[in-house]
């Protein structure tokens, strides 16, 4: 099981990661609104997706109504591990959202 922080910008054109903090800390751009829970599902929706993972693997521990959220995701470290590599390069200082890839 990973347990992962994920600063969330919501309404953004597409929903993409687009920097990894640390070994456990990403940000992402999530292209919903940030009401009704709409931000929320999207996130879950595209990190189940990308991970190949049903939605119920990933649950929100705690921030559901804040751009900092603290999320459980039942898959192994090893899958993580691609997964973060596969969707953002090593992001330098001034690099922005362009670099992000969509599953």
Same mark, same amino acid.
């Given at each position: 099981m990973i347990l992962l922080t994920i600063f969330v910008h919501p309404r953004a054109k597409k929903t993409?990661?687009? +920097? !990894?903090?640390? +070994?456990?800390?990403?940000?992402?751009?999530?292209?919903?609104?940030?009401?009704?829970? !709409?931000?929320?599902? +999207?996130?879950?929706?595209?990190l189940a997706k990308a991970l190949g993972i049903i939605q119920s693997k990933i649950h929100i521990i705690r921030g559901k109504t804040t751009p900092m959220k603290y999320i459980s995701i039942d898959v192994s470290q090893k899958i993580f591990s691609a997964f973060l590599q596969d969707q953002i390069r090593p992001l330098q200082k001034g690099d922005s959202a362009k670099y992000a890839k969509s599953p």
């Open positions: 993409a990661i687009v +920097e !990894q903090i640390n +070994e456990n800390t990403i940000k992402m751009h999530v292209a919903a609104n940030p009401e009704k829970g !709409q931000a929320n599902k +999207e996130l879950i929706y595209f």
